[in-house]
């Protein structure tokens, strides 16, 4: 069964440095998500894309953040200079279709990366 | 604000028990509700509500959506040990989802 790929599983880094997370969404998907989900807090939406654009975002998704697809496959978040309050959960989803009310809008998440700033 | 509220936070049954989550919602644009497991990391798929009064079923699972009184339901029947998880409810509006804080479910042998 097709799944959504996220790498690493696990990132430690250091405050006020960049990191990026990694996605390989399903393949024939066309709309792209991230949401982090702080230790015992609910999941939060970052941000959508589609078309190599950023079709919406959270007040989360400030200028420290930014998504890229740099290739066919690959769907990125970068943090520019991480914070301690960026230690979260962060998944990435992906659907086919955003048409209301279909299994093709059904969004499927990665296992995820846990995101650790020291 | 858009909001999702489940009940109870957190629940622990016997195995062979039924259980019913609740998740009540206030969301501009509504589009549809979905139900989600998580175990260890991704909450994998289980049930999406578009209509209401419509039961979904699968196997020993079924949910239910009431769209005046903005709120579903999650039932599992017959519980089993791997049913423990964090089960989550969240709600599309235009794009994103908006998630419910989640009901954690312990099932004891």
């Known amino acids: 069964e097709p799944e959504v790929t996220q790498t690493p599983s696990h990132q430690v880094t250091q405050m006020g440095q960049e990191v990026i997370l990694r996605c390989v969404p399903i393949s024939n998907h066309l709309y792209f998500y991230w949401y982090r989900q702080i230790l015992g807090q609910k999941v939060e939406f970052l941000v959508s894309?589609?078309?190599?654009?950023?079709?919406?975002k959270s007040e989360i998704f400030d200028d420290q953040f930014s998504v890229e697809r740099p290739d066919g496959s690959n769907f990125t978040l970068k943090i520019r200079s991480t914070k301690l309050e960026d230690s979260a959960m962060y998944f990435c989803?992906?659907?086919?279709?955003?048409?209301?009310?279909?299994?093709?809008?059904?969004?499927?998440f990665g296992a995820g990366t846990r995101l650790s700033v020291l | 604000e858009d909001k999702v509220v489940q009940s109870p936070l957190s629940l622990v049954v016997h195995e062979g028990d039924t259980v019913t989550l609740n998740c009540s919602y206030e969301?501009?644009?509504?589009?549809?509700l979905l139900w989600y497991k998580q175990e260890k990391k991704a909450p994998t798929f289980l049930f999406m509500l578009t209509s209401s009064g419509i039961e979904k079923k699968s196997g020993r699972l079924s949910s239910i959506l009431d769209k005046k009184e903005l709120f579903s339901i999650l039932n599992i029947t017959a519980t089993q040990t791997g049913d423990s998880a964090i089960y989550l409810c969240?709600?599309?509006?235009?794009?994103?989802?908006?998630f419910g804080q989640g009901t954690r479910l312990t099932i004891n042998p």
């Open positions: 894309f589609y078309n190599n654009e950023i079709s919406e």
């Open positions: 989803a992906s659907t086919l279709s955003r048409e209301a009310g279909v299994s093709k809008n059904i969004q499927y």
């Open positions: 969240a709600v599309q509006g235009a794009q994103k989802l908006v």
């Open positions: 969301v501009t644009n509504f589009r549809s």
